[in-house]
């Protein structure tokens, strides 16, 4: 069976650190073949973006391009509508077959609110659930946020040895840990906008593009 490959979305309005270091490390830890950067266009559980989907696949380009882990795939920036997880994970099934395992990479907060998705349980068929867990968060005070339907789920799927995503396409729950790097793109818009300096927080690449094409100092 083919390594898995992992799938890591959301709006990058835009990609910081965070981002990049949690790719890298659940990327290496659970020995993916790749990691495929998907920018959102238009996502559902949020408000629009700040800036346009050309800029925001421009700064993913930047980031990635010196990481042969990393690739990006533009597909839900180029679908009409909302960009639904399920319908991205259901072409990338159709496209890499039946047997190939898939990762959809979450972070603890997108995991709890998994249940609040579109054909949430649909996700389970298609992909594996990886929950990139920072330190400060313990898993065992995820109940007190978890619905019951998610926590059925997550305690018929959990996989107590991460590698076991190798030995089938789909249908399991992670849990692995990552640095705690306090990043957001919030943080990052306010920076811009208030004139301070957001440098270390996000690639150099990033930062340039950002500043020369005026992104974000406008609110």
């Not at 906008?193 to 094409?213: A, F, H, M, T």
Request: glycine share 8%; net charge neutral; with cysteine.
């Amino acid at each position: 069976m083919a390594a898995p490959i992992g799938i890591l979305g959301g709006t990058f309005d835009p990609i910081h650190y965070g981002h990049l270091r949690l790719a890298e490390e659940v990327g290496r830890g659970l020995k993916l073949d790749e990691v495929r950067f998907i920018p959102s266009g238009t996502p559902p559980h949020r408000g629009a973006p700040q800036v346009s989907a050309i800029d925001r696949v421009a700064m993913v380009r930047l980031a990635i391009r010196d990481n042969p882990l990393f690739t990006l795939d533009e597909r839900e920036t180029r679908r009409a509508g909302p960009a639904y997880s399920v319908d991205t994970l259901s072409e990338l099934r159709a496209e890499l077959g039946p047997d190939r395992p898939l990762c959809l990479l979450v972070g603890a907060d997108a995991f709890l609110d998994l249940a609040t998705w579109s054909r949430w349980h649909e996700l389970f068929a298609l992909a594996h659930v990886v929950i990139a867990h920072r330190p400060g968060f313990p898993v065992d005070t995820w109940h007190e946020r978890m619905p019951q339907p998610l926590a059925r789920e997550y305690a018929a799927r959990a996989m107590q040895q991460p590698l076991a995503v190798h030995l089938a396409p789909a249908g399991g729950v992670v849990v692995t840990a990552i640095a705690a790097l306090d990043i957001s793109a919030t943080m990052i818009r306010e920076c811009l906008r208030s004139r301070s300096s957001p440098r270390y927080l996000l690639p150099d690449s990033v930062l340039d593009y950002i500043e020369r094409n005026a992104l974000y100092a406008g609110g």
